[in-house]
């Protein structure tokens, strides 16, 4: 795994642990939910997909679930770890489905859109 900001850190304050290598995750796909200046989207938050996620993510235009061989995408299923962009898990959250997260692999820069205290709320262990 070679990661893009070694000194990354995640909501916690400690360092950036890799979300998931199967399936590999993260806007660099290197398995952390790093962030930089080109991840207009801030895949930060290190979610644990659910069907009711999934189902949700695919009704609001952005299909997860559905292979997509071209791009080297096998499609998540329930239980998968993936970097998902903050604003969408927040969107999820409003809206009743947000998935559980993996607080030791969200990014900080999570905190400029989800406060921690409704992260802990949704936290899983690592």
């Known amino acids: 795994m070679t990661r893009?900001?070694?000194e990354a850190l995640n909501v916690l304050g400690g360092e950036l642990v890799p979300c998931s290598q199967d399936p590999v995750t993260g806007f660099f796909r290197n398995g952390c939910c790093e962030t930089g200046p080109q991840d207009l989207g801030l895949h930060t938050v290190c979610a644990v997909m659910t069907a009711d996620?999934?189902?949700?993510?695919?009704?609001?235009g952005n299909d997860l679930s559905t292979p997509r061989p071209e791009f080297g995408f096998?499609?998540?299923?329930?239980?998968d770890?993936?970097?998902?962009?903050?604003p969408r898990w927040k969107e999820a959250l409003d809206d009743g489905c947000a998935p559980q997260v993996v607080l030791e692999s969200t990014h900080e820069e999570t905190l400029?859109?989800?406060?921690?205290?409704?992260?802990?709320?949704?936290a899983v262990a690592a």
Do not use: E, H, T
């Open 4 to 6: 893009y900001d070694p």
């Open 112 to 122: 400029a859109i989800v406060p921690l205290g409704i992260l802990k709320d949704y």
């Open 53 to 60: 996620f999934l189902a949700y993510s695919a009704r609001r």
């Open 74 to 79: 096998a499609g998540l299923r329930p239980g």
């Open 81 to 86: 770890r993936w970097c998902l962009c903050a």
